[in-house]
T-cell receptor, first 114, second 114 residues
Framework: EDQVTQSPEALRLQEGESSSLNCSYT??????LFWYRQDPGKGPEFLFT???AGEEKEKERLKATLTKKESFLHITAPKPEDSATYLC???????????????FGGGTRVLVKP | NAGVTQTPKFRVLKTGQSMTLLCAQD?????MYWYRQDPGMGLRLIHY???????AKGEVPDGYNVSRLKKQNFLLGLESAAPSQTSVYFC?????????????FGPGTRLTVT
């Protein structure tokens, strides 16, 4: 069974204190790993897609990396506006049907204090 | 360009009542999805569609029906609501073009069934 596990569940940071979030996965036929940001009361907002081990993507203070078994989301010198829940999802083929589906992890709640 | 919109934003139903949630996207995307998000369970796929006039079951389809009569709209129906269907519902869409696999989410509908 496909599994996506995110750690830690919650992270409290001081402004400027860099840290990393982990997403580990065991899936058959990975067709992409996605990072999303979700603010309270809102829908997930797309951040990055990673397709192959060794790939890296950056956006402002965020950097996502991918290995064969896990992905990391590095937050460099975070600001209070980076506070959100960060979701990891893997795209895998659907069983008994055409197309793919996203399997999500439980998310990491990040709070950045000024 | 509004992206993905959902109607209504909030709804309270009594057990046994029916309702329809509407999702609309203006990005000309082929694929559309309905998810539910529950504490501790993450986002789970209910139903999806790979094109106008097509629908298919996801991970948790029981108690829901869907229709995709127009490419830009994807409707989720609850024929006889149950308290277990209390959740936040998200619609998402994505392109069918190779290399554009990220899904874009709507703002969500918070449904309470009493």
């Amino acid at each position: 069974e496909d599994q996506v596990t995110q750690s830690p569940e919650a992270l409290r940071l001081q402004e400027g204190e860099s840290s990393s979030l982990n997403c580990s996965y065991t899936v058959s036929g990975l067709r992409g790993l996605f990072w999303y940001r979700q603010d309270p009361g809102k829908g997930p907002e797309f951040l990055f897609t990673l397709y192959s081990a060794g790939e890296e993507k950056e956006k402002e203070r965020l950097k996502a990396t991918l290995t064969k078994k896990e992905s990391f989301l590095h937050i460099t010198a975070p600001k209070p506006e980076d506070s959100a829940t960060y979701l990891c999802a893997v795209q895998v083929p659907l069983i008994k049907a055409a197309g793919n589906k996203l399997t999500f992890g439980g998310g990491t709640r990040v709070l950045v204090k000024p | 360009n509004a992206g993905v919109t959902q109607t209504p934003k909030f709804r309270v139903l009594k057990t046994g009542q029916s309702m329809t949630l509407l999702c609309a996207q203006d990005m000309n995307h082929e694929y559309m999805y309905w998810y539910r998000q529950d504490p501790g369970m993450g986002l789970r796929l209910i139903h999806y569609s790979v094109g106008e006039g097509t629908t298919a079951k996801g991970e948790v389809p029981d108690g829901y029906n869907v229709s995709r009569l127009k490419k830009q709209n994807f409707l989720l129906g609850l024929e006889s609501a149950a308290p277990s269907q209390t959740s936040v519902y998200f619609c998402a869409s994505r392109s069918a073009l190779a290399g554009f696999y990220e899904q874009y989410f709507g703002p969500g509908t918070r449904l309470t069934v009493t």
